[in-house]
């Protein structure tokens, strides 16, 4: 989706709410007449046939093809929807509106709620669909997605059977470490569970307020705002601090639900509006959801603030529309394409997601590298699976006479197609695909660590990588990911928000030699080289790193505005430095990351910021080493090495394409030549001098993702890096 990742791990996952209801929002339809303009199947002769309610809103019919589409867009990379991702908002205001019109509707009559009739409802319409998307998509990830993390996928399809898939990518979401990775199959399933989770609690609190306001209706909302108020306050603080639970928590999107809730509480007065207020209020609705799906992005800092544009947008396209008139919205939504499509917008939803993943894996195409062209043929396939969904599974299934005015059947059916969707999920991860492996590489490790000159051993293993995974792979491919090192087990990486230095000293904390490791998560990398030189050599190791925060003073850009934490942050950093009077400071960033307030020569800017770190941190006495950044992978490494066991040269990356940025380099460079510091390239220890740049060293995978090296692959070129910084101290 995908979200992208290079920010924030919410960023990758902008997804759109399932469609799943209803367009029928008249309070007082025929109850035996469904809703549903494209529920014409009729697979066999149990199968009742919908017809058309006289109060079926097809503006909302269309509103959810709108949605949709921008949803599609976006995922598919076409350029001018980068926000679609708000098909989100939309979908959530449509359903609580239609869904709290329907509660609205049976209290109306005077025979009560049936708790148990809505779930049942709601087994019928979502889980057929859903659950043969889920087993489909657990098995194109078998077949063709990363081997190394198909137990993670499959805990995904487990999570998405019960409807807590939203809280699994929540919490991953907080992982710096899995920020980069590609986005799971089964994130689309999020918006579902937020639903379902809201749908937990608002029936029941609907039908406590309604007894408790007999006399007085009006009374009827008031919990409904408290609750809104209070999601929509944790949506904005939680933006702010964990995107990731922001974005995929329920409890920041409850309010958008509430808020098509609230519309149907009041869709009676709503109906009085006069034609010359109602069709401005479509129009203008509208186009605030497409302005929103045209002007934010994958660094809008969502849901927050920013989703009050399309909610608000939603809500005036429905409360118009309560009241139709000529020249409304509904002349375009009303149009029969876009009645069609939103009928199909549900299925479309579900297939799309995993077609754009599953897909190009499937043709042999490395993750990231699908042509826009390839994606919109996809979501065209998708588009067609929707439609043969639709006939031949949902309708059969929720219109069959077997579950009519029958809601034990109904759950009892919901049930099993749970829990069998979960068992296949939990078999399926005890027998993940095997990942082949030839013959033996020479030991990197040992082969370093015996080496009497480090540096040419490497670039003679670095010449000699095989193109297949070796069996004696050190750790094993699906150890790599999950390995952390002390920096992040201890919380000594400061997180995004963070502006504390954590008192972090490793190797032997009582010499009198101090070194300090200084930087973002480039810097980090390094961390398991320098704690074992540390242990080795008698230093003490001070490592002092922030997520994508720069050591240069350059204020960057975070979201929409600055990265305030990363210049307090590092202000403290260098104070502490000052007062630790270090023998050498190692200095490293990642070449990624925008200035907030670019000048017009970019070079010049990170230049100055680089000088005036290098020239704060050398009036501590201390000898600086700028660590360059290191040449990045083509894709995620390791998924690659999964998916190619035995052609690992088409993960390989090539020199000079395999350099972020090359004017960052200069940057550094120069700033060093001015102020005395000293400059390491480690290209030479990941690169031949060829330019290619292999993913397998020895019987060591390289990287453990997009950008950063594996744990086991840095401790074992400690000797080559060591070699280099003894240089440098003996020069002191």
Not at 154 to 167: E, R
Request: charged share 15%; aromatic share 8%.
């Amino acid at each position: 989706m995908s979200m992208s990742a290079s920010t924030d791990a919410s960023a990758s996952a902008r997804s759109s709410a399932h469609p799943s209801v209803n367009a029928n929002p008249n309070p007082n339809p025929n109850p035996n007449t469904n809703t549903n303009p494209n529920a014409n199947a009729n697979a066999n002769a149990n199968v009742t046939r919908p017809t058309e309610s006289p109060g079926l809103r097809l503006d909302i019919q269309g509103l959810r093809a709108v949605a949709v589409s921008l949803v599609v867009l976006s995922h598919a990379g076409v350029r001018g929807f980068g926000g679609g991702y708000v098909g989100v908002d939309v979908f959530f205001v449509i359903s609580g509106f239609l869904i709290t019109s329907l509660l609205a509707r049976e209290l109306a009559k005077g025979n009560g709620l049936s708790i148990r009739r809505f779930y049942a409802r709601r087994a019928l319409r979502l889980l057929p669909a859903s659950t043969l998307v889920v087993v489909a998509t657990l098995a194109g990830s078998w077949l063709f997605l990363s081997r190394v993390r198909f137990e993670e996928y499959a805990g995904d399809a487990l999570s998405s059977a019960f409807y807590a898939v939203n809280l699994r990518l929540a919490a991953s979401g907080t992982d710096y470490l899995a920020e980069g990775s590609p986005p799971s199959p089964f994130q689309h399933f999020w918006s579902l569970a937020v639903e379902e989770q809201f749908y937990l609690l608002w029936p029941l609190l609907f039908l406590l307020s309604w007894r408790l306001a007999r006399r007085r209706r009006e009374l009827v909302a008031v919990p409904l705002v408290v609750l809104c108020l209070l999601s929509f306050g944790l949506s904005v603080a939680v933006t702010r601090h964990s995107p990731s639970w922001a974005y995929f928590g329920s409890h920041t999107r409850f309010w958008e639900l509430g808020a098509g809730a609230l519309l149907a509480l009041s869709a009676g007065r709503l109906r009085g509006l006069p034609a010359r207020l109602a069709a401005p209020m479509t129009w203008t609705g509208l186009a605030c959801v497409l302005a929103a799906a045209a002007l934010y992005g994958k660094d809008t800092p969502f849901p927050g603030y920013h989703a009050l544009l399309p909610v608000l947008g939603t809500a005036l396209v429905l409360a118009g529309g309560c009241a139709p008139s000529r020249f409304g919205a509904q002349l375009l939504l009303a149009r029969r394409p876009l009645v069609k499509l939103g009928g199909l917008s549900y299925g479309w939803y579900l297939w799309h997601w995993p077609l754009l993943l599953i897909g190009p894996a499937a043709l042999g195409r490395l993750p990231g590298t699908t042509s826009v062209r390839l994606a919109l043929l996809l979501c065209a396939l998708a588009l067609v699976l929707a439609w043969a969904t639709l006939r031949l599974v949902e309708n059969p299934v929720r219109f069959h006479t077997a579950f009519r005015g029958r809601p034990g059947r109904a759950l009892r059916l919901g049930t099993v197609l749970s829990a069998g969707a979960a068992l296949i999920a939990v078999t399926a991860s005890a027998f993940p695909p095997p990942i082949g492996s030839g013959r033996s590489a020479p030991q990197l490790k040992q082969e370093m660590a015996a080496a009497p000159d480090p540096q040419l051993r490497l670039r003679q293993l670095l010449g000699a990588s095989a193109t297949s995974l070796p069996g004696n792979l050190a750790p094993p491919l699906p150890e790599i990911k999950p390995a952390r090192s002390a920096v992040y087990r201890d919380n000594c990486h400061v997180a995004y928000g963070s502006t504390s230095v954590p008192p972090c000293e490793y190797g032997d904390v009582a010499s009198g030699k101090v070194v300090v490791l200084f930087g973002d998560s480039h810097a980090a990398q390094w961390f398991p080289a320098l704690n074992r030189l540390s242990r080795e050599r008698g230093w003490k190791l001070v490592s002092l790193t922030k997520a994508s925060c720069k050591a240069a003073e350059v204020t960057l850009r975070r979201f929409d505005g600055p990265y305030a934490a990363c210049d307090t942050w590092r202000a403290r950093v260098i104070e502490r430095i000052t007062a630790l009077r270090p023998a050498l400071v190692i200095v490293s960033s990642s070449d990624a990351g925008d200035p907030m307030y670019p000048e017009p020569d970019p070079v010049q800017q990170w230049t100055d910021g680089f000088r005036a770190t290098y020239d704060a941190i050398g009036k501590s006495g201390a000898r600086v080493v700028a660590l360059l950044d290191t040449p990045w992978p083509k894709t995620d490494a390791v998924d690659c090495a999964a998916m190619y066991s035995f052609r690992l040269d088409r993960c390989a990356t090539r020199l000079p394409e395999a350099i972020r940025d090359k004017s960052r380099r200069t940057a550094t460079t120069d700033a060093a030549k001015t102020t005395g510091a000293t400059v390491i390239d480690p290209t030479p220890w990941l690169c031949t001098p060829q330019g290619n740049c292999p993913v397998l060293v020895g019987n060591t995978v390289v990287y453990r993702d997009d950008s950063h090296i594996a744990d086991a692959y840095a401790k074992a070129i400690a000797p080559a890096l060591g070699d280099r910084l003894t240089e440098v101290l003996s020069n002191e």
